[in-house]
């Protein structure tokens, strides 16, 4: 019989397990290691479970979003109904087709307006500066501008600030807005000496004051369909 710790026995029967030898048989090294998975195995046998969680939230996020959206069109189409005096029978593309409708004759309404009321601001953008031919009371020249463009938040005070630059002093003043446009009509007073300077000045500032209007680098646009009153000022 061989010794218990002669490297043959030693060899064959002692099988690592952590800090200690298990004494068996070379089949049982399976069954000893197999107790120790790593963590990261242990991990990817939950993977599956865990991708086919988070597939399932998103399909629920999804669904409720969608639910969410199909109630605010319904909102709105149920508005249009009431405001265009539908039943509640009508179909989307029979009120569509009313919206598109009443849309056109607005807009038709609104170009025979314009026309009987030049004071009112147009669609497109317009500038006019003139010299006036009579005098101020005390004797300076006057000049009358006209500027319609998208009106903005900052457009009043740039205005002020270009007036103030050229020293010209605002005398009377009209201001008409009516769906995100504006016009401005504005009588100034001005050094006689330098009318014909302050002309050519004021009208190119003007312009860059519609520039910055047409691409909003000046301030947020009104763009609402709503008409403004006039006010008069002097």
């Known amino acids: 019989m061989q010794p218990k710790n002669s490297p043959e026995t030693s060899a064959f029967h002692q099988v690592p397990a952590g800090n200690c030898f298990v004494y068996g048989f070379p089949a049982m090294e399976s069954y000893c290691s197999s107790y120790f998975y790593p963590m990261e195995v242990r991990e990817l046998m939950h993977a599956p479970e865990a991708e086919a969680s988070r597939a399932l939230t998103a399909s629920e996020n999804h669904k409720e979003a969608e639910r969410k959206r199909r109630e605010r069109i319904n909102s709105h189409l149920e508005r249009l109904k009431t405001i265009l005096l539908c039943n509640s029978k009508t179909d989307k593309a ?6 598109v409708e009443r849309l056109r004759e607005l807009k038709q309404q609104t170009s025979e307006i314009m026309q009987f009321d030049q004071t009112l601001p147009s669609e497109t953008d317009e ?7 009579h005098s101020s009371a005390d004797r300076k020249s006057l000049i009358q501008a006209s500027l319609c463009c998208e009106d903005r938040i900052n457009l009043l005070p740039d205005l002020i600030e270009v007036l103030k630059s050229l020293h010209l002093s605002p005398l009377r003043a009209e201001i008409v ?14 050094d006689k000496e330098q009318t014909d300077e302050s002309v050519v000045l004021l009208k190119d500032a003007l312009k860059n004051l519609v520039l910055h209007s047409s691409y909003g680098s000046g301030g947020s646009s009104k763009r609402r369909r709503i008409l403004g009153g006039q006010r008069i000022i002097g």
């Open 94 to 99: 029979t009120l569509l087709a009313k919206v």
């Open 127 to 133: 500038i006019t500066v003139i010299q006036n031919e």
């Open 177 to 190: 807005t009516l769906g995100g446009r504006i016009r401005n009509v504005i009588v100034m007073a001005g």
